[in-house]
């Protein structure tokens, strides 16, 4: 099942610990993705209708997390970011809110 | 002396899906001493008449990896051998680091047991692994 964690995640309203708590499991046959343990105390294990009606929201987060993935990436460095910054303050310049600015509008979420 | 054993690694890029262990199945075979391992379905299945004590190791490098826990274990007929698993938070930006996660194991096998080797990683998102290698040997 695609993005079957953020499903999860969806439906209990928060983030499990999903080493432990709820595992997940794909074996490499194709068939993709599914609930090997359920260990939450807070609900019952979701049935695949109450998963599939959560799809869209789902498919919001994954495609959110891999652009704030991509942000982190051409943000730069810390060191290349304190850099920007020491010369901003330095000069008056403000190359490091641009960059920000930049970053963020080239990566727009959903 | 230390058949069976076998080596075997994968250069394509492979997803890895967020929080979910996940099998990773080498699919180029450098090593692969008594046929025990298929490539097919990435098991390592202990043939008959060779019961004994193996040692097992795999490994996967995943791309511009934004630290977070990662994993890698080794399932033995499709459960996991959770004190086989070894868990890794790498630490530093994600531009171009690409650690290498891995696990080593020691099991007693039988004939007809079969051991795979899998990944997971929880970054937020699915991510690419670029290299994965799976060998092992018999002890005795």
Request: proline share 4%; net charge neutral; aromatic share 10%.
């Amino acid at each position: 099942m695609e993005n079957l964690d953020k499903k999860i995640i969806l439906y209990l309203g928060r983030t499990p610990d999903f080493i432990e708590e709820i595992k997940l499991q794909d074996d490499g046959t194709g068939a993709g993705p599914y609930i090997k343990h359920w260990g939450a105390s807070d609900k019952v294990k979701p049935t695949d209708s109450q998963l599939n009606a959560l799809a869209t929201e789902a498919t919001k987060l994954e495609n959110n997390a891999k652009v704030d993935k991509k942000r982190k990436l051409e943000y730069l460095s810390w060191k290349e970011q304190m850099e920007m910054i020491y010369k901003d303050q330095k000069n008056g310049t403000t190359t490091f809110k641009d960059h920000c600015d930049k970053v963020r509008s080239d990566n727009p979420k959903e | 002396m230390n058949t069976p054993s076998f080596f075997a690694y994968k250069a394509a890029a492979t997803t890895l899906s967020d929080n979910t262990t996940t099998q990773l199945i080498p699919t180029s075979v450098v090593h692969n001493d008594g046929t025990a391992y298929d490539s097919s379905n990435g098991r390592f299945t202990i043939p008959s008449g060779q019961d004994g004590l193996y040692f097992l190791y795999g490994a996967f490098r995943i791309n511009n990896y934004d630290p977070n826990r990662t994993a890698a274990v080794f399932f033995v007929n499709g459960s996991e051998t959770n004190w086989s698993l070894t868990e890794h938070a790498p630490e530093g930006g994600l531009t171009s680091r690409r650690p290498v996660i891995h696990s080593t194991h020691m099991a007693a096998l039988s004939a007809t047991d079969y051991v795979d080797f899998r990944g997971f990683q929880a970054s937020g998102s699915s991510d690419t692994v670029l290299n994965i290698v799976f060998g092992g040997f018999k002890i005795r």
